[in-house]
């Protein structure tokens, strides 16, 4: 996700300069030490890569978030912004693949929304973070409509 997101935000202008391609080079080449640490076929390397341990990303590795919410069958509320680079539709599908049908799980897109589900038009871009603004009104009626026991919204 991180080689991901930082490929989508150095090029979110169109341009992607020399320091910039180095620094998703410094990415790319990080991802590829973990992916070959974490198949056994290279040394756990030491330290922090990419702001955490490498048996936090083991740790991730082993664990199948949707599938394990797929078993729990307790209430499930997931809401997507589809304008969010981070979680992206992709993510959103996995959660749908498992989960749709289940009586106990609730799954919500919502076409203007970002990551933090402020409202917005055209690409979500890291400015939008900067910029103070409500959580969308239609979040928090449909949260409260879950939460409340009145179905999924």
């Not at 959103?92 to 897109?109: H, P, R, T, Y």
Request: hydrophobic share 40%; aromatic share 8%; proline share 7%.
């Amino acid at each position: 996700m991180m080689l991901r997101q930082t490929e989508y935000i150095v090029g979110s202008d169109g341009v992607v300069s020399g320091p910039e391609k180095e620094h998703v080079d410094g990415i790319r080449k990080a991802v590829d030490s973990l992916r070959a640490a974490l198949a056994g076929s290279a040394p756990a390397p030491e330290g922090y890569v990419m702001g955490a341990p490498f048996n936090y990303y083991r740790d991730l590795e082993e664990h199948d978030s949707v599938a394990i919410a797929a078993e729990l069958e307790v209430p499930i509320l997931v809401l997507q912004g589809a304008r969010d680079y981070q979680v992206t539709l992709d993510d959103f599908g996995a959660w749908q693949a498992v989960l749709e049908g289940k009586d106990f799980a609730c799954l919500k897109s919502y076409s203007s929304l970002d990551h933090m589900f402020h409202t917005g038009t055209g690409p979500s871009l890291p400015s939008d973070y900067e910029r103070r603004a409500p959580v969308s009104p239609e979040v928090i009626n449909d949260i409260a409509t879950w939460i409340k026991g009145e179905g999924c919204p």
